[in-house]
């Protein structure tokens, strides 16, 4: 199977759904609770008890408009919204609040990475269609281990919960590149503080729309839709099955229809789900509960202005204001924890490049052996600068500092007190390395010859071997300087 499509051209648009971070729902004072007992975050709004009337939650609109804005959209001053009516059992409603006519914002886009002519880095702009504002459904629970054979249990902690819908223009040309979106989509949510964006916890899902048609063709060939996927792995897979799939269908001189397919990532195949799916069967209207939603300029502008730094800004100061290469920066700003921390540790120690190193290295090391993400790790950047400035200044070694990492990753703690309490303080008593390096020298009377004989570099094997004789705690400054000194008798 190829990510392009061969003799066709790959055209997808993505439909991606986002949580929005606020405390409680779009119009239902229920808070917000991952993981919560099925159905203990809920209100009558939620349930849709008779009599009950939604209110819009302000902070959502907030967080919307900033996602907007910080994806280069318009924002209107106008926005409606509609009931998209639909049934289904975790829709108490009988209809989801979204937008549709007269959504939230157009126009935007958002630049993905690609590789330019002779394989330079760099970017593709995705036009987006529109940014909308929506509530989430609750869940079905079809699972027979929870539900029991053939049962279904619904949960509406779900319902309720605030979303905007991403809609690119049909701008993607392969599964790669659509997997590139959705991280730029994701650095962005995150960066400006809109979502916690993570696709495993679902707030972050997305539909494929996928269609081929002939290398130089301008009209579109007929899509068809993949829902509700879930990892970036299952996005490049059923894109690349619904790829060639689509592929064998015109080969053989068929014609696609369009459908909506759900992609089993233990087969690997896409299957159908319903036959075509168009606006009209919703029959969207303006909901009569909700008036107009009607923003002042000013509030759009002040919401520009508090827009923070996006990572690709991020990584360009990184650049040009510490000296960081390319490939650093970008590494330094794969999420806003990671950015945070490097950007309060240099701030601290006061060397940006040392302390990416020790980032880059040691710290991702250990988060990697640890599955932990920096976010949950107790680990303070000023504690990380306190380290390097001990390595720095020979109060310890950069071995003993290095096997501190993984511990303070995991537990956190304060470093000065660790090396104290392990003996973890660098040898630099003059007394004590004069002592080991008249011995290392001692015992090895042949490579004193050749020091002498003019192999200087046998230095770093008395290096070597004093560090051993000291178990590594020597302040290697402090040795260099006694072992010149020692051999230039
Ligand atoms: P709906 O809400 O009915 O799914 P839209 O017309 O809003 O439909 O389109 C949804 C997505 O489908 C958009 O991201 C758009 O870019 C994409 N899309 C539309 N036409 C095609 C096509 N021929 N091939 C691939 N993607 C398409
Ligand atoms: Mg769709």
């Avoid at 590789?115 to 629970?141: C, F, N, P, W, Y």
């Avoid at 009377?445 to 020597?474: D, I, Y």
Wanted: charged content about 25%; some cysteine.
């Amino acid at each position: 199977m190829s990510a392009s499509g061969g003799e066709f051209e790959v055209v997808i648009g993505l439909e991606v759904h986002a949580h929005l971070r606020t405390k409680s729902k779009l119009f239902s004072p229920a808070p917000i609770l991952y993981g919560a007992e099925p159905n203990h975050s809920v209100h009558p709004v939620c349930l849709a008890l008779p009599g009950v009337l939604p209110v819009l939650n302000e902070h959502a609109v907030e967080l919307a408009i900033r996602a907007a804005l910080a994806m280069n959209c318009e924002v209107h001053q106008r926005s409606i919204f509609a009931r998209k009516n639909y049934f289904y059992p975790d829709l108490p409603k009988g209809y989801q609040i979204s937008q549709y006519e007269e959504p939230l914002a157009t126009g935007g886009w958002v630049d993905i990475p690609t590789q330019g002519a002779g394989g330079a880095a760099s970017k593709k702009r995705v036009r987006l269609t529109r940014i909308h504002m929506e509530e989430d459904a609750g869940k079905s629970i079809h699972d027979d281990a929870i539900a029991g054979a053939d049962a279904t249990l619904v949960d509406l902690n779900r319902a309720g919960v605030p979303l905007i819908e991403i809609v690119s223009e049909p701008d993607i040309r392969s599964a790669e590149e659509a997997t590139d979106y959705l991280r730029a989509i994701r650095s962005i949510l995150r960066f400006t503080d809109v979502s916690d964006a993570d696709m495993e916890k679902g707030h972050l899902r997305c539909d494929v729309n996928v269609s081929l048609r002939p290398h130089g063709s301008d009209e579109y060939g007929t899509r068809t839709e993949l829902k509700n996927l879930n990892s970036f792995r299952f996005i490049e897979d059923a894109v690349r099955a619904e790829i060639e799939r689509q592929s064998e269908t015109l080969r053989a001189g068929g014609a696609v229809r369009q459908c909506t397919l759900a992609y089993d990532p233990q087969s690997g195949r896409t299957s159908v789900l319903r036959i075509k799916e168009d606006a009209d069967d919703y029959r969207y209207f303006p909901d009569p509960d909700l008036i107009p939603m009607l923003l002042a300029p000013e509030q759009i502008e002040r919401v520009r202005s508090e827009v923070p730094e996006l990572a690709e800004q991020r990584a360009e100061r990184f650049q040009h204001e510490w000296g960081l290469s390319e490939q650093d920066a970008i590494q330094l700003t794969a999420s806003p924890a990671i950015a945070n921390f490097f950007q309060a540790a240099a701030d601290r120690h006061g060397a940006p490049q040392t302390v990416a190193n020790w980032i880059l290295r040691d710290v991702m090391q250990a988060l990697k052996e640890l599955e932990m993400a920096l976010d949950d790790s107790p680990f303070s950047p000023e504690a990380l600068a306190q380290l390097i400035s001990m390595v720095d200044e020979g109060k310890t070694t950069v071995k003993s500092a290095r096997g501190l990492i993984a511990e303070l990753v995991e537990s956190g703690g304060d470093p000065e007190s660790l090396i104290a309490e392990r003996g973890l303080a660098a040898v630099s008593d003059a007394g004590v390395l004069e002592r080991a390096v008249a011995e290392v020298l001692a015992e090895n009377p042949e490579n004193v010859e050749l020091f002498h004989s003019g192999e200087k570099k046998v230095v770093n094997f008395l290096m070597g071997q004093v560090m051993r004789k000291t178990q590594g705690k020597a302040d290697p400054a402090a040795v260099r300087e006694i072992l010149a000194r020692e051999l230039g008798k």
